[in-house]
């Protein structure tokens, strides 16, 4: 658990501890403040540090927005030396986020627009909610219109997402998008449909557990993470060099022992997790 409990930021595990769940809780909309920045952050070393957990889940308090991306209010009235402090420990946050050698999905219950995309581009996996065949929530970076630009990872990430030219429109556009564009550009990775609230967190969870021992190993679902989350930004040899020191590791883990004695004795393998 965190070392200070945040009520912006709730962190819980489910399923014996192997998912930890990282709730931003300011309903309703779910606007992020440097308070709340720094219980991400703190949750997110907490995950990272814990060998119980597998896979890391961030969401959105509420039925309507994941995250709509900065508090306004709180901008309005701040010092420009503050914003500057404020988004680089943003970025700073985003990127823990990013380089965490865990699995990270970002199950977005709503509009996640702004810093909420961003947000949800520092995770390895999207998953947006449909209820009834109808879709809940959009996405775009609509920060243009505020006469200022994505400073939360969104001009990089998106770039290297979608395409620079694409990515230019998006962001200069300021334009929404609904959830089947989103998907098409990458934006989005699954769309799930469940009746409620509830039932759309539990397949969430389904789905996150899918990456967690027993049944999978998930300290090699994490290098592999890793390994295309830092080597995609480096040149080929080195990223070939990271995948190589990543797999040694690997090769001397009980999991990866396990994995190969269950093929030779055909049965089905029991991993042990990142311990």
């Keep these: 658990m965190p070392a200070a409990e945040s009520k912006l930021v709730r962190y819980r595990t ?4 192997r998912i930890a769940v990282l709730e931003l809780n ?3 909309l779910n606007g992020y403040t440097h308070e709340m920045m720094r219980a991400l952050d703190e949750g997110i070393l907490a995950a990272r540090f814990d060998d119980r957990v597998d896979v890391i889940v961030l969401t959105g308090a509420g039925e309507k927005h994941f995250c709509v991306g900065a508090n306004i209010s709180m901008l309005h009235g701040a010092t420009p ?3 500057y402090h404020f988004c680089l420990h943003a970025n700073e946050t985003l990127s823990r986020l990013e380089q965490t050698p865990k699995l990270v999905l970002a199950a977005l219950n709503g509009n996640f627009v702004g810093g909420g995309l961003e947000i949800a581009l520092a995770c390895d996996l999207r998953i947006a909610r449909r209820q009834g065949g109808k879709d809940v929530g959009r996405t775009g970076a609509p920060e243009v219109n505020l006469g200022v630009l994505p400073g939360t990872g969104g001009t990089q990430r998106l770039v ?5 030219a694409r990515a230019i429109e998006l962001m200069a556009s300021g334009r929404l998008l609904d959830l089947a564009e989103a998907q098409t550009l990458g934006l989005v990775d699954r769309i799930v449909d469940a009746p409620d609230l509830a039932g759309w967190h539990a397949a ?3 789905y996150a557990r899918s990456f967690c021992a027993p049944g999978k190993a ?9 390994a295309a989350q830092s080597g ?5 040899e ?3 060099a990271l995948e190589r020191e990543l797999q040694a590791r690997l090769f001397s883990s009980p999991d990866a022992k396990e994995g190969i004695a269950a093929y030779v004795e055909k049965r089905t393998p029991r991993f042990g997790g990142n311990a």
């Design 81 to 83: 030396r503050f914003k």
């Design 232 to 236: 995609a930004e480096i040149p080929l």
């Design 160 to 164: 290297r997402l979608v395409g620079k």
């Design 218 to 226: 998930s300290m090699a679902v994490g290098h592999i993470k890793r």
């Design 14 to 17: 489910e399923h014996e501890g």
């Design 238 to 240: 080195y990223g070939l």
């Design 26 to 28: 300011d309903p309703p």
């Design 204 to 206: 969430v969870l389904d």
